[in-house]
């Protein structure tokens, strides 16, 4: 089992639509949930940052953290066509030997015209 | 362009031949992060410097791969006697040192091996 668990997709929706993304995770020691969104043949850029437990709104975006579920989820409110791309959630602990990001299988997200 | 810069962003090569990529990360980061990431999945750790120390790698990290970051500002990776297997968009991040360590990623060296 990998220790960041998310469903590959492809997702298609509809231009205006709510999006839900969901990645679960097993390692107790992750303290540091990021989403990073990814374009085809580009590398990850980071979109949302939340430590520990709890809710974080950036805009469009709400990054939503449950520790005691191990469950991550980032909702996109009125999704456009630009947001077509993969996302990645990722986890990070604390502490020396911690700094690595620990990432699911990405995400990929068609928002229709 | 301020962020993190590699070079170069394709490379097709034939098995058994060396590669090297560089990245450039953001001037004033001093942690720098590798990761792999092949079709249909996410990175995957490496290894990563904190200035020119070289602290942590994978296992995923065999004999064949080295990673230098000589003076604290850009590193490279070379991959010794490429294999099929190597074929991959290699990746490269820098931090602060920071408690968010928030890492910002390069655009990424796609590796194609023959």
């Known amino acids: 089992q990998k220790e960041v668990e998310q469903d590959p997709g492809p997702l298609s929706v509809p231009e205006g639509a709510i999006v839900s993304l969901n990645c679960t995770y097993s390692?107790?020691?992750?303290?540091?949930f990021m989403w990073y969104r990814q374009y085809s043949r580009k590398g990850p850029e980071l979109l949302m940052y939340?430590?520990?437990?709890g809710n974080k709104e950036d805009g469009r975006f709400t990054a939503q953290v449950d520790k005691s579920s191990k469950y991550i989820s980032l909702f996109i409110r009125d999704s456009q066509p630009s947001d077509s791309a993969t996302y990645l959630c990722?986890?990070?602990?604390?502490?020396?030997?911690?700094?690595?990001?620990?990432f699911g299988k990405g995400t990929k997200l068609s928002v229709i015209p | 362009d301020t962020g993190v810069s590699q070079d170069p962003r394709h490379k097709i090569t034939k098995r058994g031949q060396n590669v090297t990529f560089r990245c450039d990360p953001i001037?004033?980061?001093?942690?720098l992060y590798w990761y792999r990431q092949t079709l249909g999945q996410g990175p995957e750790f490496l290894t990563y410097?904190?200035?020119?120390?070289?602290?942590?790698k994978s296992r995923l990290l065999s004999d064949r791969f080295s990673a230098e970051r000589p003076k604290g500002s850009f590193s490279t990776l070379e991959i010794q006697r490429t294999e099929q297997g190597d074929s991959a968009m290699y990746l490269c991040?820098?931090?602060?040192?920071?408690?968010?360590?928030?890492?910002?990623f390069g655009p990424g060296t796609r590796l194609l091996v023959l």
């Open positions: 990722a986890a990070q602990g604390t502490g020396a030997g911690s700094y690595q990001l620990t």
């Open positions: 410097f904190q200035n020119e120390a070289q602290l942590e």
């Open positions: 390692n107790s020691a992750f303290q540091y």
């Open positions: 939340t430590y520990s437990s």
């Open positions: 991040a820098s931090s602060l040192v920071d408690p968010q360590e928030t890492q910002y």
């Open positions: 001037s004033e980061h001093n942690r």
